[in-house]
């Protein structure tokens, strides 16, 4: 690891001990390293935050891109190919969760974000678009469905990875069966091995209840 990403990774860190608070006299004491290093690096504690976004962006990119998509475009190849996106993404939230609660807290800020930056709702609309784009075209309906899926993933992101609760494996399985099938998708719909919505909210006791009834796909 070089010292420019010690920073980040260090200032990440004190991000979620500190919250907004962290300054640059305190990332340099963690880091081992000189105040006026971090501003030769990165300018000011704006950009230096911007960065460490910018940082956990290109990762979550990568791990988009690492997803294998399907030799069909049909739509039954699409569902798979959705529910493969958001299990990546979720699975990289949950195994990073220093980097998942700044990525959640700083794109909720008022914080500049990195020039050129796509949500990963973008980034995964752009994937469906150059894959799907003529089976998109082709029916109105499903176009619109994806948009609603995309927005209730980043909701649900903001639920599990915004506070203290610790993500299970169940939980985040119940998060991809509801942004796959929607939020009140009964037990007998689940898969085998996911959290029915009782189990669910076992698992998410702190967290606020979404009222959205929309099912998508």
């Not at 752009?126 to 176009?143: G, T």
Request: proline content about 5%; overall charge negative; glycine content about 4%.
């Amino acid at each position: 690891m070089n010292k420019r990403e010690d920073i980040l990774l260090t200032t990440i860190r004190l991000y979620h001990e500190k919250g907004d608070s962290v300054s640059l006299d305190a990332v340099a004491k963690e880091a081992g390293c000189s105040k006026t290093l971090i501003i030769h690096y990165y300018g000011n504690r704006s950009n230096l935050l911007s960065s460490c976004f910018g940082l956990i962006c290109r990762e979550v990119r990568r791990t988009f891109d690492d997803v294998e998509a399907p030799e069909t475009h049909d739509r039954d190849s699409l569902k798979r190919h959705l529910t493969e996106l958001w299990r990546a993404y979720f699975d990289y939230l949950k195994n990073n969760p220093l980097k998942a609660r700044f990525f959640i807290q700083y794109s909720h800020s008022h914080e500049p974000l990195p020039p050129r930056y796509k949500t990963p709702e973008e980034v995964i609309l752009r994937i469906l678009d150059e894959k799907y784009s003529d089976l998109m075209r082709a029916d109105p309906h499903l176009s619109f469905d994806i948009k609603c899926m995309v927005a209730i993933a980043h909701g649900m992101a903001a639920f599990v990875f915004s506070n203290d609760t610790e993500p299970t494996d169940e939980l985040t399985e119940r998060c991809i069966f509801v942004i796959m099938n929607g939020v009140m998708a009964s037990d007998r719909d689940a898969p085998d091995g996911s959290a029915g919505p009782s189990e669910a909210r076992n698992h998410a006791a702190p967290l606020k209840k979404s009222r959205s009834d929309l099912s998508v796909m």
